[in-house]
């Protein structure tokens, strides 16, 4: 104890060095923020400069994006690397030690003032810690000697073009509303929402600090990968992060108001144990909330983009990551959402999820494990390029028996056989219709199949597989692209023998294919155009098991 007192009695003269100057004299951070409807989006200076000082002390959470703002981080601040916080850091692990989990640092650093004081307004349990404080009075003290608020300031362009390109990519945003709607918590209160891009952060957190009358909610999001130097996100990623990590804020309480219930069904968890471990879930009580978390994410989707393409970027991703709960859960907040009279709150409707919880059955379970499986198929490393049909030997042309327009059908397979008849590599290959190769051993072959999803009947039983959408007023992939007169080329598997390929030519009409050879084509997994034009040339990207279109 005495050895503490010592220490703090040491760091406390550093803070007090800090106080001689008027405060009309001290820089201040430039505000790096953007408003978009009622949620902040910015750049935050005391969690650059934690994660500053964990490149500086070579602690490895610290993301794998490449910016030059490590390099800039480095070569700034090697002056200052003899400062006693990293000698702290030397002999007090980070983590395990000063903090007990990834999360607690960001939570400490919210629970600061941008001069590193603790906050006088909301209850801080990090300032009874007497490792955490000494770390906050070294960090304000290196801040000081490092002058590290002309470092953050120098940087504000570099933030605010990556703010810019965050913000651009959420067209029509207002989740702030939609959330509190769907939760029903926002009534009377005063309920921030704040987004902070966290460019050396590992992971994605959703802190949440609750005051008298409202509360500050947080999604702290890294980003997924750089372009020009620019830290950036996948679209769908990005409203997901922003959807999950703000539905913490209602989930979570709304389930530990009533968590000793849903210990009953600690049971559930013996099937997805490992799988939820390694996902950073270790207990049947994080798992309920994460479950929850992410089914209010899908719905968010579902209710933005509409439920399919909800199923294909949101709900498939999970149920290939074997959150199978999420099957109960969906289907109850579809009750809760066409009943909100008798259930105004998500809290209301806990009693509700917990007696779907009541009706799992272990043939649910095996059922929803197997969905899990499919998903993950095929279970391959990579994709053909469109054009690796090209040059096979054995090669099975499939066409389609049930299009609709058959104006369009012919004048497809009028293409369709001028094309074989010109290619040498093709002019052999046997052409049958669909429903004879449904009858047929189709794993000695490489496929070639023309025609839309709804008229080939091969395509109609073996689509689902590929993680595209064909709609009659819209494409969905990794973005919506609405319109008619798209087609698609695809490169694919056989179903029947992975080492075999398959070549897709479809669209939402037989007649959108037609001349797809006059546009540069072949590169790629799949190739979206419409009338010759190339709209998305791109790969199909395998995560966590589970194919997406990227």
Known sequence: MLRILSLLLCLSL?????????????????DCRQVLNGVNFSVDPRIELFHTMEVLSGIPLVNFIETDYKQ??????????????????????????????????????LHMTDNLEWRKDIPVPEAENPMQ??????????????????????NTDFYRISLATLTY??????????????????????????????????????????????????????????????????????????????????ANPAV?????????????????????????YGS?????????????????????????????????????????????????????EKNRRQFPTLESFIPE?????????????????????????????????????????????????????????????????????????LKDARVVADTIALKMDLSVYHLSVWGTPKGNKFLQKYFDQIPLLIEDKRLIGENIY???????LIGWVNPFNKEKVMAIYTGQSPADVVDFNNIPNGSGNYHIFNNKITIKQSTFSRQGEIWFAK
Request: with cysteine; aromatic share 14%; proline share 4%.
């Open 14 to 30: 550093f803070a007090l060095e800090g106080f001689t100057q008027t405060s009309s004299a001290r820089p201040t951070f430039q």
């Open 482 to 488: 609405e319109g008619t007169g798209y087609g698609i």
């Open 353 to 425: 999820i917990i007696k779907s919880f009541k009706r799992v059955s272990p043939g649910d379970i095996d059922r929803w494990m197997a969905v899990t499986d499919a998903i993950r198929k095929p279970d391959v490393n990579n994709m053909p390029a469109i054009d690796a049909i090209y040059g096979q030997k054995n090669i099975l042309f499939i066409v389609s028996t049930g299009e609709s327009d058959q104006v369009a059908d012919k004048k497809l397979k009028d293409f369709m056989n001028n094309f074989k008849n010109r290619m040498a590599d």
């Open 133 to 154: 404080d000494s770390l906050r009075i070294l960090m304000k003290d290196f801040a000081k000697k490092s002058n590290y608020v002309l470092f953050f300031n120098s």
């Open 284 to 336: 049947w009580r994080s798992v309920v909330k994460e479950h929850l978390t992410e089914a209010i994410a899908c719905r968010m989707a579902a209710s933005k983009l509409g439920e399919n393409a909800a199923d294909l970027n949101f709900v498939r991703r999970q149920y290939g990551m074997r959150w199978i709960y999420l099957h109960p859960l969906l289907d109850a907040l579809k009750h809760y």
């Open 256 to 280: 530990e108001k009533y968590e000793a219930q849903f210990d009953q069904f600690e049971w559930m968890w013996t099937p997805i144990k490992e799988s939820m471990k390694r996902q950073g």
């Open 169 to 250: 990519n959420l067209p029509n945003f207002n989740e702030k509303e939609r959330l509190l709607n769907y939760c029903g918590d926002g009534n009377g209160k005063n309920i921030q929402f704040n987004v902070i891009l966290n460019f050396l952060g590992w992971g994605n957190f959703g802190p949440r600090i609750f005051k008298k009358g409202g509360a500050e909610l947080y999604a702290v999001i890294a980003p997924e990968k750089s372009a020009i130097r620019v830290p950036t996100f996948d679209v769908s990623a990005l409203y997901r992060l922003l959807w999950h990590e703000f539905a913490h804020s209602f």
């Open 72 to 109: 800039k981080i480095l070569a700034n601040f090697a002056a200052h690397k003899n400062h006693p916080l990293f000698d702290y850091l030397k002999r007090n692990d980070l983590y395990g030690k000063i903090f007990n989990s990834i999360d607690a640092p960001i939570w400490a650093m």
